[in-house]
């Protein structure tokens, strides 16, 4: 035998060996509490009241999109993370962040729009307040870059890429 071979058969026999631990419960917490932020200050505690586990929850989806027409296809990714706040029986919030990268896009590619860069919009934000057991109030905010033009570029009405149109406008809020 080569003593590369006896090499590994020692590594291999050393980490087939069981492994034995000892439990004990006097032993200080293994996971100690790390702060990104100081409650002390005003920011910090603003930011523990709205990220506190008990009234805040965050959830992630991500969806493929594909298909052709007239042979030319198109794919698109979306990422979408959910941000859900229950301050109270009475008040709650949800917003829904998402970012979209379409890579391989040929209608958009001859149609003359190049390649595609992600684009992050705010998809879905909303707040509901009950101020009283008759009277509640509900705002909503979507928006779907991708749901209300038409084909190459155009709007439901006829106009231009950019063109702004009964409310609607091609560009996200942030950007």
Same mark, same amino acid.
């Given at each position: 035998m080569t003593y590369k071979n006896l090499l590994l058969i020692a590594v291999i026999a050393f980490l087939a060996l069981p492994a034995? +631990?000892?439990?004990?419960?006097? #032993?200080p917490n293994a996971f100690p509490q790390t702060r990104l932020y100081s409650p002390s200050n005003k920011v910090g505690a603003l930011l523990n009241r709205i990220f506190n586990p008990s009234v805040f929850q965050m959830s992630h989806s991500f969806e493929m999109t594909a298909g052709s027409f007239a042979g030319n296809g198109y794919s698109m990714g979306m990422y979408?993370?959910?941000?859900?706040?229950?301050?109270?029986?009475?008040?709650? +919030?949800?917003?829904?962040?998402? #970012?979209?990268?379409?890579p391989q896009n040929q209608i958009a590619r001859e149609a003359g729009f190049g390649q595609q860069h992600p684009q992050i919009f705010l998809r879905n934000a909303e707040v509901a307040w009950k101020p009283s057991e008759r009277v509640q109030f509900h705002f909503q905010i979507r928006q779907d870059p991708y749901a209300y033009h038409g084909m190459m570029g155009y709007g439901p009405y006829g106009y231009g890429y950019n063109h702004r149109h009964i409310g609607h406008y091609r560009r996200g809020f942030w950007f």
């Open positions: 034995d +631990a000892q439990f004990r419960e006097t #032993v979408t993370n959910t941000m859900v706040w229950q301050f109270s029986p009475k008040l709650a +919030a949800r917003m829904d962040v998402a #970012v979209a990268y379409s």
